[in-house]
């Protein structure tokens, strides 16, 4: 893995060594070497083991992300903020089948350092909200639900923010049902 700083500095060899291919005469060269240059640039916004996690991830080989994000050996250093946040984001959802505080922890720190997409953000919000959930923290649930809802303006996470809120509900009915008893017996 190169580091952020190396990338740049990398891209900008690459680009200043098109622009002399150009003064040379040979075009084609040079617009070659710009694109070079651009992938450079590109890995250091979209880091290139975050990306190959993704990909591991979307074929459900959770061994396969964590593998890859093992590479990313000190993320302060090697990521800007954005990727900070999707590192922690991914081993959150990675830490989510086992690890209910541990996830909690990766989505709250991503969310704190931000995700570029509106739908990780949301998906994020809507795991803390699972979380809290069965934390027993409703209120907490509940706005989180809301904040998740109003981020999927694509509509991508509709089905389990329906889920999210059948089950909220289902688990109020009972209280509510044997409050009700309650109050019966005492009058």
Known sequence: MYNKIIKLIIAILIFGYA????SEGF?????????????FVFLYFKNEF????????????????????????????ALVRKQQG???????????????????????????LGLSMKHDLAMAKLNLSGIAFSKRRK?????????????????????????????????QMPNQHYGGHRQQRRR
């Open 19 to 22: 622009i002399y291919q150009f």
């Open 27 to 39: 075009i084609g060269n040079g617009i070659m070497f710009i694109l070079l240059s651009s992938i």
């Open 50 to 77: 975050i990306l190959l996690a993704f990909l591991r991830l979307r074929k459900q080989d959770f061994e396969g992300a964590t593998k890859w994000l093992s590479k990313i050996k000190n993320p302060k250093s």
């Open 86 to 112: 999707y590192y922690n984001y991914l081993h959150g959802i990675m830490v989510s089948q086992t690890n209910m505080n541990e996830a909690e922890k990766y989505f709250r720190k991503a969310i704190s």
């Open 139 to 171: 209120q907490e649930a509940k706005k989180l639900l809301t904040e998740a809802q109003q981020l999927d303006k694509q509509g991508m996470l509709t089905e389990q923010i329906k889920m999210m809120k059948e089950n909220m509900k289902r688990a």
